[in-house]
């Protein structure tokens, strides 16, 4: 099994383009696997819970060069526990949460990554700005400006084909490219967090900079 994560890790690091970043999601994954992802090369995690990604933290605090980026939906009375733990935030969803998080970075002196969660499509079972509503906030999210907002997150509707699929990622992409020509001062797009285990490879034709792998490298998570 140990030894099988690390074989994942290298077919799939090698089935990808160089510049693309693989964050190793280890939400129920054991420290003891982590460790092994790490000796594969892994320098990125994803969790997308504050609380066990504390305890991991601790466990794993010998592993110095670790990024660590927060991808679950981030409840506002927690946002400053996310950026005292996590370097990258991929899940910013709404206004509200982006102005918090960058009055806490001030208070604080950080500076964290962010990313801004989208829907291209409607998902009651997702969180993330529609699109007119992400543009909408754009001024405002502008003066966040102790927040790197480096581009779009998305994750598309469960139980769409693979060309629907490939669709929402097209749109993503073109969605940044159409808010980076706005020539913001403080909003940059120049990643794309989209893929998991299901999808990363049409997120990859798509363009994607930063894929999020949990069960293809781990194995299925208990329920
Ligand atoms: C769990 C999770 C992943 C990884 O999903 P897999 O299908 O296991 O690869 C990626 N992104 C987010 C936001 C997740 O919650």
Known sequence: ??????????????????????IAVTKQVSTEAMRCAYAA?????????????ASKQIELQDL???TWH?????QTNKAKKAIEQFTWIHSVDNLKLAQRLNQLAQQLGLSPSVCLQVKILPDPNKSGW??????ADLPELNQCKN???????????????????????????????QIQEQNWSHIHM?????????DYQLAVQAG?????????LFGERPL
């Open 64 to 66: 110095r060069d670790i």
């Open 147 to 177: 927040l790197q907002i480096q581009g779009l997150m998305t994750i598309p509707p469960l139980e769409l084909n693979d060309l629907e699929i490939l669709d929402v990622f097209n749109q993503t992409r073109t969605l940044a490219q």
């Open 208 to 216: 994607a900079t930063i894929v999020r792998l949990g069960t293809i």
């Open 190 to 198: 120049q990643h794309l967090s989209m893929g998991m285990s299901g």
């Open 1 to 22: 099994m140990i030894s099988s994560i690390s074989e994942r890790i290298t077919a799939i690091r090698s089935s990808l383009p160089a510049s693309v970043r693989l």
């Open 70 to 74: 927060f991808i679950g939906h981030l």
């Open 41 to 53: 090369g892994i320098r990125d995690f994803g969790e997308s819970r504050i609380q066990e990604a």
């Open 130 to 135: 529609s699109v007119p509503q992400l543009l």
